[in-house]
Every structure is written in C-alpha cells, then in structure tokens.
T-cell receptor, first 113, second 113 residues
Framework: DTGVSQDPRHKITKRGQNVTFRCDPI?????LYWYRQTLGQGPEFLTY????????KSRLLSDRFSAERPKGSFSTLEIQRTEQGDSAMYLC???????????FGPGTRLTVT | KQEVTQIPAALSVPEGENLVLNCSFT??????LQWFRQDPGKGLTSLLL?????REQTSGRLNASLDKSSGRSTLYIAASQPGDSATYLC????????????FGKGTHLIIQP
C-alpha cells in the first residue's frame, strides 16, 4: 500500500531563493490538497486540485506561491523569493473525492535563513 | 468563518486511564469531521472520519462522537498506552466553499508509563 509521498523531507534555503516541493498522492485519488503548518498550530489549507484543475486557493497563498498538477498525478508547490515567514511544514494530502477521508504525507519542513 | 477549538491544549495521564479529548466548531454546516494523530515532526495519520449524518465511529480503542447541532465532537481513548503519546488534531470539512479542512490547534497528549 503506497501512501502519499513528499520530496524533499527537509529543505534549508536562504531568504530570496526559490524552492519547489513535490507531492505524489495515492494513485487512485483524484483530489490533492496542500496545507501549511507552523509550530504549535494546526495545518492551514492552501489550495486543492480535482485532477489537474486547481479549484480553490486560500488567501494565505500569496502571489509568490504557485501550485501545479500537470497531468492530474503528482503536484508541485513553488515558493518564489522566500521569506523567513515561509518557514513551516508543508503538508500534502489526497482523497478519492469531495467529502472523503484525506490522507496526509510526511510533509516537507522548510527553513528559510 | 469556521473556527475549531480543542480542549485541553495539553494532557498528561498515567498509563491505563481512559480519557476524552474535546473538539468544538462554530458553524454546524459541515460535511464531516476527521480526527488525526501527529507524532513530533511527522505528518498526520487519520484516525476516524465521521460523516455529518453519523453520531459516532469506532476503531479499536478509539471512539469518536459527533453532535453537529451543538458543534461538538469527542475522541475517547480507552486503556491508554505510552504509544498513544502524540498530538491529536480535529478537523472539519465545511459545507460549501473550498474542500479544505479547517483544523484545531490540537491536544498534546502524554501517557506516562
């Protein structure tokens, strides 16, 4: 049973650099979600995809953030011109569809120095 | 705007005790509620999903209840074990709008051996 995978698991970058994260969902899942979690807080929703279509973006997703899911399989989340406030755990989840259980990956921990 | 609150924020109990974690949400218009477990520095593991039409769900030593009209859910853990030590997160999927989950901040649980 292959769960949700994320790569890399850890990323340290300098302020102003661009970073890209990858998420591979469970293979038969058509919905894919991105969340961000800071220390001591619950995850916050960023955006989600139904197949390759990006259906919703949270107001947390500033212009420096972009997400893609080109063939409805894996997804990438890019952060341009990183800021120290971007330091967080970025979590990806997938589900069969609307209202179904969401399964999370191990996350990518980003540290911006 | 949907808000989710979890009480207590932290809990430490001796092994073997039965315990209850509480979750409340401000808007009763939800599709479902999901309980997760998160170990330090790791992703989320789904424990139970309760649809809005259901009153409770059980999995092993875990039992979750949902009272949608009063905006409350409880997670009951029977015969607690040191391996249950983790942060427990409650999340609701609101009706309408984005498909993303709204999370509480979690209850940090320590089971003393």
């Amino acid at each position: 049973d292959t769960g949700v995978s994320q790569d890399p698991r850890h990323k340290i970058t300098k302020r102003g650099q661009n970073v890209t994260f990858r998420c591979d969902p469970i293979s038969e899942h058509n919905r894919l979600y991105w969340y961000r979690q800071t220390l001591g807080q619950g995850p916050e929703f960023l955006t989600y995809f139904q197949n390759e279509a990006q259906l919703e973006k949270s107001r947390l997703l500033s212009d420096r953030f972009s997400a893609e899911r080109p063939k409805g399989s894996f997804s990438t989340l890019e952060i341009q011109r990183t800021e120290q406030g971007d330091s967080a755990m970025y979590l990806c989840a997938s589900s069969h569809g609307s209202g179904y259980e969401q399964y999370f990956g191990p996350g990518t921990r980003l540290t911006v120095t | 705007k949907q808000e989710v609150t979890q009480i207590p924020a932290a809990l430490s109990v001796p092994e073997g005790e039965n315990l209850v974690l509480n979750c409340s949400f401000t808007d009763s218009a939800i599709y479902n509620l999901q309980w997760f477990r998160q170990d330090p520095g790791k992703g989320l593991t789904s424990l139970l999903l309760i649809q809005s039409s259901q009153r409770e769900q059980t999995s092993g030593r875990l039992n979750a209840s949902l009272d949608k009209s009063s905006g409350r859910s409880t997670l009951y853990i029977a015969a607690s074990q040191p391996g249950d030590s983790a942060t427990y997160l409650c999340a609701v999927r609101p009706k309408g709008g984005a498909d993303g989950l709204t999370f509480g901040k979690g209850t940090h649980l320590i089971i003393q051996p």
